[in-house]
């Protein structure tokens, strides 16, 4: 079974200043995607990022980027230049193939709460 | 905003009782999700609908059941409903089912069973 570890409950930053967000995987597919949202203290799912497991360049959108190492099992999170409001928790997921169905449920980290420091 | 829309924003119920929790996917979006999210089991799959048929079932509770109708919009039921059901239940949905298809999720239905 697929499987998202992200080792960082908390987090803090100063703002302005760059953060990295963990996060490794476990799958035994070839083929998946990897996500990222963010979900501030309102709770709703913010999506981020996507990084498909075979595209060749990191993923970027604006601030965030997405440091993809297949070989390690890893897409960790950058946020530069941090704003007060990227306080928020972030999750990272994996796109999960249920086996004969082509669907594609997401499986989530237990997620990293990141707070923003003026 | 997402696109996706969910109600009741908040629901408030006693044990034992059935509720009904509403979702609009984006226009266009045939795919639509449901997640649990509670404090001990974090964010969970719940089941997916396709185009009106079911095509994937996570943890979902036999007391549990959803539907998409023909306009594509879908309900998740809940009955019998125990004080551990109490979660923020999400709503995503997405044009496709492949697995680089990003899934767009609604605000939330919180539950809190008394």
């Known amino acids: 079974a697929q499987k998202i570890t992200q080792t960082q409950p908390g987090m803090f930053v100063q703002e302005k200043e760059a953060v990295t967000l963990d996060c490794t995987y476990d799958t035994s597919d070839q083929s998946y995607g990897l996500f990222w949202y963010k979900q501030p203290s309102s709770g709703e799912m913010i999506f981020l990022i996507y990084?498909?497991?075979?595209?060749?360049q990191n993923a970027t959108e604006g601030r965030y980027s997405l440091n993809f190492q297949k070989a390690r099992k890893s897409a960790n999170l950058v946020i530069s230049a941090s704003q007060l409001g990227d306080s928020a928790m972030y999750f990272c997921?994996?796109?999960?193939?249920?086996?004969?169905?082509?669907?594609?449920?997401?499986?989530f980290g237990k997620g990293t709460k990141l707070s923003v420091i003026p | 905003d997402s696109g996706v829309t969910q109600t009741p924003k908040h629901l408030i119920t006693a044990t034992g009782q059935r509720v009904t929790l509403r979702c609009s996917p984006r226009?266009?979006?045939?795919?639509v999700y449901w997640y649990q999210q509670s404090l001990d089991q974090g964010l969970q799959f719940l089941i997916q609908y396709y185009n009106g048929e079911e095509r994937a079932k996570g943890n979902i509770l036999e007391r549990f059941s959803a539907q998409q109708f023909p306009d594509l919009h879908s309900e998740l039921n809940l009955s019998s409903l125990e004080l551990g059901d109490s979660a923020l239940y999400f709503c995503?949905?997405?044009?496709?089912?492949?697995?680089?298809?990003?899934?767009?999720f609604g605000p939330g239905t919180r539950l809190t069973v008394l």
């Open positions: 995503a949905s997405s044009y496709g089912q492949e697995s680089y298809n990003e899934q767009f």
């Open positions: 226009s266009g979006d045939l795919s």
């Open positions: 997921a994996m796109s999960d193939p249920y086996s004969g169905a082509g669907s594609y449920q997401l499986t």
């Open positions: 990084q498909g497991s075979y595209d060749e």
